[in-house]
């Protein structure tokens, strides 16, 4: 509970394995307009899932 929570010091860890889960899984969309990128390394953990594409 609460491991994707704004204020947790570990979010980025978290963020990192829910993109490496949405991968895993084979979705490329967190919405209707927002495409995750297909490299790792231009995702922005900081930012909520929403806003990766």
Known sequence: MGEYIFL???????N???YDDFKAHGLDRVS???II????DSV?????????G
């Open 16 to 18: 990192e394995k829910l």
């Open 37 to 40: 990128p297909q490299d790792k």
């Open 8 to 14: 947790n010091p570990l979010r980025l860890k978290e």
């Open 32 to 34: 209707s307009f927002g």
């Open 44 to 52: 922005d953990f900081m930012d909520r899932p929403f806003n990766w």
